[in-house]
Every structure is written in C-alpha cells, then in structure tokens.
C-alpha cells in the first residue's frame, strides 16, 4: 500500500499539510512519499506505485494547479484511489469529483485520511477512525469539524528548507524560514473569507508540544525563522504566548511572524509587546479596506480607526506590519481606491505592503457569506468551474479596466522596489479617478529596515 502526498502551491513554505499527514502514515507502518510540486518534479514512476494520491488544497491558486495533475494522475495510474484534502477541497467537491477525484476530505484530515489509507489497504483500524467527510461544508458553527491530537509532522521526505521562501532581514541578510500551524480555522465568520463556510466560526489548536517539536525539528534543519500559518495566530491568544515563549526560551535568536487580524491587534495590545520581545519580527494583518462602509460589509470587525491606531501601536513598540487588502471590491469607487493608497502612503506603510495587495480582486467562493449579500447576488454570474469562483464585474467598468492595469503592472515588474511600483500604480490610480497625484513621500524607514518573506503573500 503506497501513498502518494502531492502539494502545488503553499506560498513558498514547505508544506505543512503533506508533513503532518506523511506521519500519521508512516506511524501506522504505510508507505508514503510527498512530493512539492512548487519545487520538484512528479515522475510518473511515482503515480504508478501510488494506491492512493492525495492532494493538499489549503488555498485557491493550489486547486487551480492541481486539476491538470489530477488528469494526469488519472492517465498513468487509473487504479489509484484519488483524494482531495484540506479547506478547498470540500468547497470545491464537485469541480474535483468531475476531475475524477474518489475521496473529499475537509482541512482537519489527518485521521480520515490514514483511516482511508487504512481501508484502502484492508487493515482494521486497531481504534476507531472519524469517517471520511462526504464534502459538505458545515453551515453551523464548528460541526464536523473533527478535533484531533496531532503528531509531531514528519519533514524527511520534503525538499529541505533552504529551497523555501526566506526572510529578508532589514540588515540585507537572509534567514532560512521553516513554517508551522499552532491552530487551524478561525473564530471569526468574515464575509468574504473561505475558511468560514468550512469552520463556521470555530478553530482548532495544535497541540503546543507538537508545534514546539515541530520548530525543534526544523530549527535543527536549519530554520532561524519560524512562520506560523494559523489564519489567525491570536485566536487563542493563552496558547499563543505559552509557544512563542517556549521557542523564546528554547530557541533564543529564532524570530518569527504571524497573522492576526486588526480587531486583534486592538483587543490584545497588551500582548503584542510581549510577541516583539520573544522575537516577532513582523505581524501581517488583513486590513482588506480603509473604507467604513466596505468593511462593515466584510463584516471585518474592525474602523479604517482601528486600523490607524493598530499601525501607531505596532509602530510605537517595534512590531513591523504587513497590511493585506482586497484593494478591488465590488463597493471601491476609483476616488476610494486613490484613498486606499494615499492611505498606505500617509501611515508611511508603502515598503510594508507587497505590490500584489494592491491588484487584488475579491474572490467569490463556493460557500461564501458574500453571497448573502443581495448587491452580491446580483452582480454575480453562475459559478465558474474553471476560475473555481463566482465571476463578478464592478458596476463602474474603469474600475475592472483599472484593476487588470495593476495586475499587469505588478506582474511585469516582479522585484522591482515596492516604492517605484507602488508610485506607478498611484499614477495610474490618479489618471483613471481624473486627480492629481501627491507627491511621493519619503518613508521613515526605508524598504531595508522592513523585514519580509520573499514570497508575495498569494491566495
Ligand atoms: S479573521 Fe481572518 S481568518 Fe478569521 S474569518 Fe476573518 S478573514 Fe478569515
């Protein structure tokens, strides 16, 4: 019985998601192989040794790329049982099952997946397994989200850690970066995010001595950088102190980041000063919109206020903040999108921000709670099975004109500095609005005393 773990995209990170299963695996004495394909080629000899495929879709741009692997997989080895897990696999269940996916797991798999394995290969389980999903989402707060007791993930069969995004430290340096997870889902039920139709309001935590031995592991392989990938790092803000304080103490010199969200960064600022001395190097925060009126409809729980008050609080205690938009919504005017950057210049966030952030389109999933919106429903067409999303256009069509204008000029102009891009698109924000562009400011720090993973965060 052999399987085969296959990842396509996880922003540059090695992939937690095929080095926690790989052990639940191996621990029960199955054969395993992982393969990256962000990095390394899948041999067919690979696919015709598998019994059982299993693809890990924790993102959007992940399930894109796997659907041609998935065809392929189903030419050369058409006797595999093929399975799909992780948050986009069960908001996707259909578009797979038409791929020729067998199996729909849900982002907390561990245990269904070897129970499947299990049952592929005709072994009892010697304990009881959770039954694998059948690719509902959970409408209700938390229900079916399975809670599971993690093991320690097994990163012996991934590409090592120098082949991954590093951190770009402010001193011009670079730190190898390992990744981890101290919980997944979410608490909070955002609009437009894609983890809420799955976790509906609830999140899971990993438990703290699988994560610190998690970190151990790959400090030992070189990591002097740890990101944590938890939607949401403050979720849990008790468990969250008690493993930076840990890796703090065991690891001193190691630094990490976090995501979190601006409602956090307000109701924990006691924490956050905390977070700087154990070794945070930066914090990146969803801000989506500067606008009130856009955020109340992403149901954000936080002001464009909030936001200010969380840069200057992060700003005061050495914290580095990397905001993250949908700079392009259904409700952003051309002048409100010229706000959005004269906004990041003003908070002197220009180097902080990636240029990407600036051309990002709201995306309607399978699921989404933006679809209990009726200017939503109306703008929307029927959902696209390629673009695995419901197609939207802006009621002003120089605003979709203008957004395609950004995408390409930040796509043409990969590394290029932030400033020189972020000035190029104010232009042509300005042109498009018919406004006069300020003229550039001048940061306080400069692009170099920001550190940053020199992976654009991507969806
Ligand atoms: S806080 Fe972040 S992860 Fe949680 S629901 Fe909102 S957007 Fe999603």
Same mark, same amino acid.
């Given at each position: 019985m052999h399987t085969l773990l296959l990842s396509t995209y996880e922003m540059g990170r090695q992939p937690f998601g095929l080095a926690?299963?790989?052990?639940?695996?191996?621990?029960?004495?199955?054969?395993?192989?992982?393969?990256?394909?962000?990095?390394?080629?899948?041999?067919?000899?690979?696919?015709?040794?598998?019994d059982l495929v299993a693809w890990y879709l924790p993102m959007h741009t992940a399930t894109r790329l796997a659907a041609p692997v998935i065809e392929r997989v189903g030419r050369v080895q058409p006797r595999a049982h093929r399975c799909a897990y992780g948050l986009y696999a069960p908001l996707n269940a259909s578009?797979?099952?038409?791929?020729?996916?067998?199996?729909?797991?849900?982002?907390?798999?561990?245990?269904?997946?070897l129970a499947l394995a299990r049952r592929l290969a005709d072994i009892t389980p010697t304990s009881p397994e959770a039954t694998p999903s059948d690719g509902q989402v959970n409408p209700e707060r938390g229900v079916g989200?399975? +809670?599971?007791?993690? $093991?320690? @993930?097994?990163?012996?069969?991934?590409?090592? *850690?120098?082949?991954?995004?590093? #951190?770009?430290?402010?001193?011009?340096?670079?730190r190898v970066a390992g990744y981890t997870e101290a919980s997944r889902g979410c608490r909070h039920t955002c609009r437009h995010c894609p983890i809420v139709p799955i976790y509906g309001g609830t999140f899971r935590i990993v438990?703290?001595?699988?994560?610190?031995?998690?970190?151990?592991?790959?400090?030992?392989?070189?990591?002097?950088?740890?990101?944590?990938?938890?939607?949401d790092f403050l979720n849990g803000p008790r468990h969250a102190v008690r493993i930076v304080e840990a890796l703090a103490r065991e690891h001193p010199g190691v630094t990490?980041?976090?995501?979190?969200?601006?409602?956090?960064?307000? +109701?924990?600022?006691? $924490?956050? @000063?905390?977070?700087?001395?154990?070794?945070? *190097?930066?914090?990146?925060?969803? #801000?989506?919109?500067?606008?009130?009126?856009?955020?109340?409809?992403?149901?954000k729980g936080h002001t464009r206020d909030d936001f200010?008050?969380?840069?200057?609080?992060?700003?005061?205690?050495?914290?580095?903040?990397?905001?993250?938009?949908?700079?392009?919504?259904?409700?952003i005017t051309r002048d409100g999108y010229c706000d959005l950057l004269e906004t990041i210049a003003a908070l002197d966030l220009v180097e902080h921000v990636a240029p990407i952030q600036l051309a990002i389109r709201l995306i309607v999933t399978q699921g989404s709670r933006l679809l209990e919106l009726p200017e939503i429903r109306e703008q929307v067409g029927p959902f696209d099975a390629a673009a695995l999303s419901y197609p939207w256009r802006h009621?002003?069509?120089a605003v979709d004109a203008l957004q395609q204008t950004v995408m390409t000029l930040v796509g043409t102009r990969p590394g290029a500095p932030r400033r020189e891009v972020f000035e190029a698109v104010r232009q042509?924000?300005?042109?498009?609005?018919?406004?006069?562009?300020?003229?550039?400011?001048?940061?306080a720090r400069a692009r170099a005393t920001v550190p940053y993973l020199n992976e654009p965060w991507y969806c």
């Open positions: 926690s299963p790989a052990a639940w695996l191996e621990r029960a004495g199955l054969a395993v192989r992982c393969v990256d394909l962000s990095r390394d080629r899948l041999l067919d000899e690979a696919i015709r040794e598998a578009f797979l099952r038409a791929r020729g996916i067998d199996t729909i797991l849900g982002p907390e798999f561990e245990a269904d997946l989200v399975p +809670r599971l007791h993690f $093991v320690q @993930p097994d990163r012996r069969g991934l590409p090592p *850690l120098d082949r991954y995004a590093t #951190v770009q430290m402010d001193d011009g340096t670079k438990q703290p001595e699988v994560v610190l031995a998690d970190v151990r592991a790959q400090v030992a392989a070189g990591a002097r950088h740890i990101t944590f990938g938890d939607p990490y980041d976090i995501t979190t969200k601006v409602e956090h960064l307000r +109701r924990h600022a006691a $924490v956050l @000063p905390r977070l700087h001395e154990t070794g945070c *190097l930066f914090v990146t925060t969803a #801000v989506e919109a500067v606008d009130d009126r856009i955020l109340s409809r992403l149901e200010v008050r969380a840069v200057e609080h992060c700003r005061a205690i050495g914290l580095a903040l990397g905001p993250t938009f949908v700079a392009f919504n259904p409700w009621v002003d069509p042509l924000a300005h042109a498009c609005a018919g406004s006069r562009p300020p003229a550039p400011r001048r940061e």
